[in-house]
């Protein structure tokens, strides 16, 4: 069957780094996405990676290795307002999305 | 401002009525999409819509009815066959029906069975 996981929940303080991994089992893969929801709201797009690397945009940063179906989303300078989840989804071989159940990540002053 | 709304917010349903909720973009996208979150799981697909008058089963399309008569519009039907309907409900929308180009969500209705 296909998998996404990520850790259910993360604590982190506020003006440090957090990482949030994602590892994932899919038939084939064309893509994977990270989008940040706080809670009760719509999800927002963060980032969409494609090939091996690391990508950089602003304080957020995305990682992809696809020979270890593996993905982080690294977050610096951690601001309260970064408190939300964070969901990880992967566009299979059939262009199918699958979503992970999300990441909560609890910012502390 | 272009975006995707969806009404109502919260909504509450006595057990065998059907509900509607509602969904309209104004982002010009063709391709829209129904998905339920439940705590502790991710988005599933319900339906999805590629063009107008056109519109496929997700993966739990079971108790659940769409339309899709305008380019702006996709409104979900929950209907009383639906076993355990209440969960939140997001809209979401696309350039096009491939799933590698960014899907644009709206605000989400919570709807609660009683």
């Known amino acids: 069957g296909q998998n996404i996981d990520q850790p259910t929940e993360m604590t982190a303080t506020e003006g440090a780094i957090v990482q949030i991994n994602c590892t994932y089992q899919?038939?084939?893969?064309?893509?994977l996405f990270w989008y940040q929801q706080h809670a009760g709201e719509a999800p927002t797009f963060l980032s969409y990676?494609?090939l091996d690397g690391l990508e950089e945009k602003g304080r957020f940063s995305s990682f992809l290795s696809r020979s270890k179906g593996y993905s982080y989303l690294l977050l610096k300078e951690l601001q309260m307002k970064d408190s939300a989840s964070y969901l990880c989804?992967?566009?299979?071989?059939?262009?199918?999305?699958?979503w992970g159940a999300g990441t909560k990540l609890i910012i502390k002053p | 401002d272009g975006g995707i709304t969806q009404s109502p917010k919260y909504l509450f349903r006595k057990e065998g009525q059907n509900v509607t909720l509602s969904c309209e973009q104004n982002?010009?996208?063709?391709?829209m999409y129904w998905y339920r979150q439940d705590p502790g799981q991710g988005l599933r697909l319900i339906y999805y819509?590629?063009?107008?008058?056109?519109?496929q089963k997700g993966d739990i399309a079971e108790g659940y009815s769409v339309s899709r008569e305008k380019k702006e519009s996709f409104p979900l039907t929950v209907t009383s066959a639906q076993k355990n309907p209440t969960a939140f409900y997001l809209c979401?929308?696309?350039?096009?029906?491939?799933?590698?180009?960014?899907?644009?969500f709206g605000p989400g209705t919570r709807l609660t069975v009683l």
């Open positions: 982002l010009n996208h063709d391709a």
């Open positions: 989804a992967v566009v299979d071989s059939n262009y199918q999305l699958i």
């Open positions: 990676n494609v």
């Open positions: 819509s590629q063009i107008v008058n056109d519109f």
């Open positions: 979401a929308s696309s350039i096009a029906d491939q799933r590698t180009d960014t899907q644009y």
């Open positions: 899919t038939s084939g893969f064309n893509g």
